[in-house]
């Protein structure tokens, strides 16, 4: 007995299913672009603590500054 040779299946979605996957897929990035954009948006935090003790340390403003005598010969 010969079979016939199967038609190549181009997807596993059910007929009449298609218009439903792609309005999923198209809801996943809408709201993976919401998460992002809200995750940009978000407040970062305070640095000015952080540059003040790199700039009071740093070698380029010794003697400089309140403390003028700082690291000086």
Known sequence: ?????AKPIDSHVLDGMSQHIEA???AVAE??????????????ADV??????????????????DNPSLFTE
């Open 48 to 65: 000015s603590a952080k540059a003040g003790n790199m700039e009071r340390n740093a070698p380029l403003f010794f003697g400089t500054g």
């Open 31 to 44: 709201l993976s672009g919401e998460e992002l954009t809200a995750k940009l948006l978000e407040p970062k």
């Open 1 to 5: 007995m010969r079979y016939k040779a």
């Open 24 to 26: 999923q897929a198209e």
